[in-house]
């Protein structure tokens, strides 16, 4: 069994900064790829970054690119989602999301039904 709790999330200015934490717990949890995800009022929940169980390789949605930083610490099971230069469309509840099995490329690092296992979510409002 795998849990995931998310914390860090805040009211923010546009252009200041929030680092987002997920907590990981499980026996395998280390070996699974990593994601963040976000959900805004009235709209689906979007790909933001992922990282490989490894930490070695990224991928990011076009939006956030250049002002998120995603990364894990091996040695706690925490991952992390920096946030930098805030913008209003940032508002959303972020989710942090883990993957057990393999997934190749683009398709499936930006589908929210590959995750096996996701968070409560915490809210992230960036004010103008």
């Known amino acids: 069994q795998v849990q995931l709790v998310e914390s860090g999330g805040g009211l923010v200015q546009a252009g200041g900064s929030l680092r987002l934490s997920c907590a990981a717990s499980?026996?395998?949890?280390?070996?699974?790829?990593m994601g963040w995800f976000r959900q805004a009022p009235g709209k689906e929940r979007e790909f933001v970054a992922r990282?490989?169980?490894?930490?070695?390789?990224?991928y990011y949605a076009d939006s956030v690119k250049g002002r998120l930083t995603i990364s894990r610490d091996t040695a706690t099971n925490t991952g992390y989602l920096q946030m930098n230069s805030l913008k209003h469309e940032d508002t959303a509840v972020y989710y942090c999301?883990?993957?057990?099995?393999?997934?190749?490329?683009?398709?499936?690092?930006?589908?929210?039904?590959?995750?096996?296992?996701w968070g409560q979510g915490t809210q992230v409002t960036v004010s103008s």
């Open positions: 990282i490989s169980w490894s930490g070695g390789r990224t």
């Open positions: 999301a883990a993957e057990r099995n393999y997934c190749p490329g683009y398709g499936c690092y930006v589908t929210e039904r590959e995750y096996d296992y």
């Open positions: 499980g026996r395998t949890v280390s070996t699974y790829a």
